[in-house]
């Protein structure tokens, strides 16, 4: 198993460790890349989670919540 850390702070030891072993050291960029999406798709999910949490918060605090809801409703 390989350490996620590791390859991000030191990729170009697990590439030689990889050329080591005989085998080929390019899936350490696509690693990367994914991982790379991966951490901008969470922090984008984390983003809408906040938005929808404001909004909840907004319709729990109006006096009239079904018309807030209906207000807020994209």
Do not use: C, Y
């Not at 696509?30 to 999406?37: F, G, Q, S, T, W």
């Not at 798709?41 to 907004?58: F, I, P, Q, R, V």
């Not at 109006?62 to 018309?67: K, S």
């Amino acid at each position: 198993m390989l350490d996620l850390n590791l390859l991000r702070s030191d990729p170009e030891r697990v590439r030689i460790s990889a050329r080591r072993r005989g085998h080929s050291a390019a899936f350490v960029e696509r690693v990367l890349e994914l991982d790379a999406d991966r951490r901008a798709a969470l922090t984008l999910a984390e983003g809408l989670k906040a938005e929808k949490n404001a909004l909840t918060g907004s319709i729990s605090q109006a006096a009239d919540r079904a018309a807030e809801a209906a207000r807020l409703k994209p």
